[in-house]
């Protein structure tokens, strides 16, 4: 079995025997005997070919296809990408995650890898869709994500910047934009014109301090 571990704040490590999944090219170094080798159509979640071929359309479509290898074999893999802040989540027996594919540095085999409709990025560069990953094993399944910076966890409720959000877990959030006035057209607004509200108690929202670049921009000089 492969656990993960953060060795510092730049880097995981995956540890033991077995298979998992990470972004490719993300491996910088690793002692023992281990075959990379890039997916086409990623994991198949237990579907064979065709649910392999299932979840690359569905992630062709929604915009959260990230380039995938598959790691195998027995000993440690060190996994960093572009010096970003890793973390690792453990997810117990049943939990489920939503993950920004672009922050998304590698998971544990058992993991049901799928895409989820969030329907609330029309005026943000986050998109429309979410990675969605399932724990439905008996035991801890880990994933490790990157963040631009230092990241914060927040519990629900609360609401954040569209385009700070790397990844909560429970229900999906509620888009919320301000109302419109004269200033929206000449680009005269405090910048924080729409948000994702998390209403359900006790859900873990993860964000950066580094907003991603927004899909609007409404101005007149």
């Known amino acids: 079995m492969i656990n993960f571990d953060v060795t510092n704040e730049l880097m995981c490590i995956a540890r033991g025997s ?18 990379f080798e890039k997916l086409l159509l990623g994991p198949n979640n237990g579907g064979g070919l065709g649910g392999a071929l299932l979840g690359h359309l569905q992630r062709r479509i929604t915009g959260e296809n990230m380039p995938i290898m598959s790691v195998e074999g027995s000993g440690e893999v060190y996994l960093a990408e572009n010096a970003y802040h890793v973390d690792v989540i453990h997810l117990e027996p049943g939990d489920s995650i939503n ?3 672009e922050n998304l540095l590698a998971f544990t085999e058992a993991l049901t890898y799928s895409t989820t409709f969030v329907g609330s990025g ?31 966890m927040i519990e629900a409720p609360c609401c954040v ?20 006035s004269w200033k929206t057209f000449i680009g005269q607004t405090s910048g924080e014109s729409y948000h994702l509200q998390f209403n359900e108690p006790g859900q873990l929202v993860i964000i950066q301090p580094s907003e991603r670049l927004s899909g609007l921009n409404v101005s007149i000089d």
């Open 18 to 35: 077995g298979r998992f999944y990470a972004k490719k090219g993300s491996m910088v170094a690793f002692k023992g005997d281990f075959r």
């Open 161 to 180: 910047d569209p385009d700070a959000i790397v990844a909560w877990t429970g229900r999906k959030p509620e888009a919320k934009v301000a109302q419109l």
């Open 122 to 152: 029309v005026i943000s560069q986050r998109g429309l869709f979410s990675t969605y990953l399932k724990n439905n094993t008996n035991s801890v399944q880990d994933v490790a994500i990157i963040t631009d910076g230092n990241p914060l």
């Open 99 to 101: 993950v920004e594919s």
